[in-house]
Each structure stands twice: as C-alpha cells, then as structure tokens.
C-alpha cells in the first residue's frame, strides 16, 4: 500500500487506537510495524488469531500478560561483557515469570484457541534462571539469600552498626558530654555516623571532624569510641560489595549463557501482546470476523467507519457480484466521501488482522492494491494547480491498476470545465475497469452517472437527503442515480413548478426551446413583469416613455447610444437617461399622424423659419449667420 492511501484512508490513526490495548513496547513496536497484507492465506491467518485472542478474553476476562516487556537491551548489555545491575536482573526475573504464566494459561486452551496454544509451545521456561533470580534479588538490590557467606557478611554489618550506635546513644546521654553538643542526634555524613558537637569544643572532644555545617557553627564529628567499629565496618562493606558482585556476575552469566531461548520468548511474547490488543480492540467496537475473498466482492452489513464517534448511521453496501463499477451520487456533505473511506479503511484493517464493526454476513476482498483519490494535493513546492495535481494522481494509479485493486476516486473529473472533467472520467473508468479493478467513484456529473447506467458491469447509487429540511440521512442507496439536490432546494426557495420541471428534463434531454418570441405581441402585466413592459422594442424618436426617476413623461429626442444612454425632450430641455430608468408609454407611430414632422416638437418657430430660409437661399438669412453666428441667429 502507498503511502498516500495510508495517510488518506487515516490508516494509522487506526493502529494508534490498536496500540493503546499493548501492555508493553514489544506489542507496541509490532503494532507501529503492522501494514496490510495482500496475501490471502496471511490475512485469514492474522483474523484467526484476533478471533481466538477474542474468543479468550471473552471466557475468561483477562490474560495474564503481567512482567512483559521488552528486555532485549538488557540481553545486549550483557553480550557486551557488561555485568548486569541488580534492577535490570529484577526486570529479567519478571519478564522470565511473565513467560512462564502466559505458557501455563495456554497449556489447556487447543480447543478454545488451538492457534495461539501453538505459540505458547515455543516458550521456552527457564525456571532456574527464573528461581536464581527471584532468590537472589529482591526489590531491585542483591538479597541476603543470594548466597551463604553474603549473609554471614549482612549480618556482621548489622552487628557492627548495633555497636555503633550503642556507643553513640550512650555519647549523647552522658551528663559530660551535654555541654559540647549542639543538637542531640545521630547524623550520617560521609557515610558515618557522627554527633553534632558545637565548633568552639570540637578539641574538647575525643574524636576525628567529618564534616563542617555551611556556617562553621557545627562540626559533625565521630567520637573515637566508634572508630574502631566503624573500620571494622568499613571493611565489611567492601567484602558485602565483593560479594555481590560475585552474585550479579554468575546471573549476568546464567542469563547470557539463555540469550537465544530468551530472544525466542521476546518474540513470542510480543506476539501476544500484539495479538490480544487486536482482541482488544475488537470487543471495544464490537467487531466481528468477516467473510473473507480475493476476487473483488465486497458485502458490507451495517458497517460504520472504525474511527467514528458516537452515533453513525450503518452502511450496507455491495459491490463485486452485479457489477465492477459503482458511481455514487447525492448532495453535497451527503456522505459521499465517508462511504469512500469506510470501505477503504475496513479493507486495510480486515488485511491488517483486525475485526471490523460491521453486521453478519459482511464479505471483504483482500487486494494487493489500494488506491484513493480523495481530497486536494496540490502543493506550494510543485507549483500545480488543483486539477494538475489531481491527473498526476490519476496518472500514477491508472499505470498500476491490475485486476486486485480497490480504487476509491472522490469526485472524479472534478477541478475543470464540466464536459471535459466528465469525459476525462468516463474514460479513466473504462481503463481501469478493462484493467479488472473494483472502482468505487463520486461525482456530481449527469453524463458520468447516464455512462454508469448504460454499461453493463457499472451501478449508480445514491446517497439520499431529507426533500423536506434539506438535511442529509447518510444512507446509501444502490441502483439509483442521486437526484441534484439544487432542484430540490430551488423548489423550497420557490422557484416555479414549470421552470424545475424544463430544468429536470435538460438533465437527461438537450432538446432546448429555442423558439423565437415577438416581445412587440406579448402583453405582460405591469404587476408581473415590469422590466418587459418598459423594454418591449428598441426606443425610437418620438416615442412617449416614463422617467421613473422623475416620475412624468417626456418624449425621446436621440435613441440609445453604445453605453444605452438616450437622450429624452423633458421639462423644455433634452437630458440624458440610461435605458432602464425609462418605461415605453406610447410608440411614435401610434402617437403621431403619419408623415408627421418630429421637428415640430423640438424646434422652436425661429429655428424653423431659418432652416428654411437656408434651403431656399435667403441672403438675408446667410448675412445674419455669418454676422451673430449660427445660434444667435435662431435666437
């Protein structure tokens, strides 16, 4: 499996929840080791021991996996030539006994979990080292059992210091010696015991200094009556050190001359460990073992996504026997997507050895490969766009795509223009589908979805949603294409029944209207339609229209200009409007008389009289223009 399909299918999140049923590092390091398998016979083999591990704590509660850990570089140590502290022996020892419960457990278990049973004969008890052990340390320290002369050495010591204490009680009751004490107790410095004497007397009393207090005040000295015991005990402190020497060399030995069986009982015992956190696990999400095959079909029965929380609504899903190909359509946060990565990640954890939270007469296929398109890669680093990114993808799993491959694509086509993305996607379907995968695709494209029911190994499915509140209900439906969710919401919105009902059938028929209408022959009401009845036909000279912005009439003296700009004869002065601020009252031809002469209503009686003394010659009128210029000789 790619990296990629591990990270998206958030396979690892899943073994992190797995791991946290270990009770040492060793099931642990196993865990973080564990990857899906494509083999068959491997994956069955790993879902019978989940299934008897299960099966165990089920009957009996718990497993004795007390004292397991991981005790491998302590074997290290010693191989080295390093002699073993009392504390890695105690380890050992409990490491050891561990063993030895796990393979009593077991002894009656070839019935109930005859696989794990097997396992337990490989441990192999080392009960003397295990005896030597428990009998020589105790509590992390070398006991007094570990050997006869170590005992007869513990007890002069415990002699020796009896004296000296004797002695020293006696140094503080002495009437004599009250004056030189500073504080009446026994205190151990420099590991001997002394007697806090004030620093003035300090060469009144019989004694050696071991110690001056921070501020000189004090001095911690041993009185010369414990002197000679205390080099007696210094010196069977030293024997006491040799001694458990020789204890801590002789196990350090015993333990190396076992490195291999005990190497052989950390592989064993990791292996349980591994193993009953499966079973674990499995009762924590009530997980069961599933049918299992390899070649492609996949039964699911109230499945629900391993890392879910709380309620989820069951998946029953199908795929493999009808068909090869299954196109699941629906609305949008429908859950789509989610019935994309529980099938992928059941898949991985079922090859993982893992029950799975599914319903009986579940059936998963082992694949030996898995690949997932979901979500967006694009990257700052490689400079692609969204689309780009998802083609290098497509590209890279197309080129690898055999007859045992699970391929999840979320959205296929998607990132482009609609005709191409689905063309695009149709044919990636066709190629992987002849390549014998199992393909499981999401789209909002109706030409993928009429591809998918026109082909014979493809199906369509929907993910259905509540018409009523427009809240999706997560249930997949198969053999039915998704409806847009858009119509459903554009009819709560309250667009027209005949405008979604054409918009329906261009969903599956192109046949558009394209009859052309006489906007001059409608009559809209004003009510129902106001922005046709200003607009019915381009405004000409002439015509009567309504300044919504003045609210009063005027009459249309220029027609529009390339910016709709028209120029209207109002209020004795000809202003500018934009086209939409002017609704048609009456049309010229309907207003005037024909062959009627507009200049009439925006010329004044001078300015006509000029322009006609200027078409028939007049020098009167040609003397006045060239003397007041034009406009003042209208005026």
Not at 302 to 310: A, E, I, M, S
Not at 544 to 557: A, D, M, N, P, Q
Request: glycine letters at 6%.
């Amino acid at each position: 499996m790619n990296t990629q399909t591990l990270e998206k299918l958030q396979y690892n999140e899943l073994k992190n929840n797995v791991r946290e049923y270990c009770v040492s590092s060793l099931g642990k390091k196993l865990i973080n080791q564990m990857m899906p398998s494509a083999h068959k016979t491997v994956v069955e083999k790993r879902l019978k021991e989940t299934a008897e591990g299960r099966a165990l704590i089920d009957y009996s509660g718990t497993i004795p996996l007390q004292g397991i850990m991981n005790i491998e570089d302590i074997i290290e140590r010693a191989e080295k030539g390093v002699i073993l502290e009392a504390e890695f022996l105690g380890y050992a020892g409990a490491f050891l006994r561990g063993c030895s419960k796990i393979k009593t457990y077991m002894k009656d278990k070839i019935f109930d979990a005859p696989t794990l049973q097997s396992y337990s004969l490989g441990i192999e008890e080392l009960k003397v080292l295990e005896e030597e052990i428990e009998r020589a340390i105790r509590n992390n320290r070398v006991d007094d059992q570990a050997s006869s002369e170590l005992k007869k050495i513990r007890r002069h010591i415990a002699l020796t210091e009896d004296k000296i204490q004797d002695k020293l009680d006696k140094f503080l009751k002495n009437s004599q010696n009250k004056h030189y004490i500073q504080e009446f107790f026994i205190s151990k410095r420099q590991d001997r015991l002394t007697i806090p004497i004030k620093a003035a007397y300090k060469n009144q009393v019989a004694g050696t200094v071991v110690e001056v207090s921070s501020k000189g005040t004090t001095v911690f000295m041993e009185p010369h009556t414990v002197s000679k015991h205390t080099q007696e005990l210094l010196t069977l402190k030293s024997e006491e050190a040799i001694e458990e020497y020789k204890v801590l060399t002789y196990l350090t030995g015993f333990i190396l001359e076992n490195g291999t069986a005990i190497r052989r009982n950390i592989e064993i015992m990791g292996a349980y460990d591994m193993i009953f956190a499966k079973a674990k696990y499995s009762k924590a999400v009530d997980g069961i073992l599933p049918r299992v095959n390899d070649y492609g079909k996949i039964i699911v029965r109230g499945g629900r996504h391993p890392l879910l929380k709380g309620t989820v609504v069951p998946l029953d899903f199908m795929i493999g026997k009808d068909f090869r190909s299954l196109i699941i359509t629906g609305p949008n946060a429908g859950g789509k997507t989610i019935v994309l990565k529980t099938i992928g990640l059941l898949t991985l954890a079922m090859q993982s050895g893992l029950h799975v939270p599914v319903e009986e007469g579940t059936e998963l296929s082992v694949f030996e490969r898995v690949f997932v398109d979901i979500g967006d890669d694009q990257s700052l680093e490689n400079a692609l766009s969204t689309f780009s990114s998802h083609v290098k993808n497509l590209a890279a799993v197309i080129n690898q795509t055999n007859k045992s491959t699970l391929l999840l694509f979320d959205e296929i086509g998607s990132g482009t223009e609609p005709n191409e993305g689905a063309a695009l996607a149709i044919a990636i379907l066709e190629e992987v589908y002849q390549k014998g995968a199992i393909t499981l695709a999401t789209t909002h494209y109706g030409e993928i979805k009429n591809f998918s029911a026109s082909h014979p190994d493809f199906e369509n499915a929907a993910m259905q949603f509540d018409s009523d509140t427009l809240e999706p209900l997560y249930k997949l439906i198969t053999g039915k294409a998704g409806e847009s969710n858009a119509l459903w919401i554009s009819k709560r919105m309250g667009i027209q029944e005949n405008v979604l009902k054409r918009a329906k059938a261009y969903l599956s028929d192109k046949a558009y209207n394209l009859e052309y209408v006489n906007q001059a022959k409608v009559r809209v009401p004003h009510s129902i339609d106001a922005e046709a009845e200003r607009h019915p036909e381009s405004l000409e000279r002439g015509d009567k229209v309504y300044l919504t912005e003045y609210g009063e009439s005027g009459i249309v003296f220029e027609a529009k200009d390339k910016f709709n700009k028209v120029k209207v004869f109002y209020n004795k002065t000809v202003i500018e409007v934009n086209e939409r601020q002017l609704k048609l009252e009456i049309k010229a031809k309907d207003l005037y008389p024909e062959e009627y002469d507009l200049s009439v209503i925006f010329t004044s009686y001078g300015e006509r009289k000029l322009e006609k003394d200027i078409q028939r010659g007049s020098k009167k009128a040609l003397k006045r223009i060239r003397k007041y210029g034009l406009e003042k000789a209208r005026k």
